[in-house]
């Protein structure tokens, strides 16, 4: 067996996930520096990325579900049965895509602490400026006290 369409596979994998490492740097820096613009391109270029990604997954996977007869059949057991090699070459780019993983997933974090950070510099802003004023009611009974005693003394 050999695993050279894998390891085609796998390199095209981490030079996607490296471009989409990058791609969330430079959401971190539009962010900080609130660039809308650029911030919008980012994520459409990153929506691309992912696409790729999947795409490149779901073939990763069938072919190792036709080599190990199963769902089961994992990196570690390609790694395991490759000559060595493919041996190296596979688990190379196995703990390369595992540590971008990672970096990636840290950026993202970022990414969404800066969000929420800006949201709730948002939030505040336009509650400085247009504060919130109490609803109004329409309803019958706005008195704590019962209406039924009469405004005029009748026995007078």
Known sequence: ?????????????VKLHKSLYQLALKKTEALKKHDVET????MKDEQ???LAIQQLEHNRM????QWGKGDDFTMTHCIEMAAEPE???LSHLYDQLAKLLVHIKQA???NQQL???SLQFIYLTLDMIAPQTQPITYSKN??????DRSMFESKA
């Open 108 to 110: 993202n974090e970022l």
């Open 48 to 50: 691309k990325h992912i």
């Open 115 to 117: 969000t929420e950070q």
């Open 1 to 13: 067996m050999t695993f050279a369409e894998l390891i085609s596979l796998l390199e095209k994998q």
């Open 142 to 147: 706005t008195y704590d006290e019962p209406l």
């Open 39 to 42: 911030l919008t391109a980012l």
């Open 62 to 65: 069938n072919m190792m579900r």
């Open 87 to 89: 041996r190296s070459t």
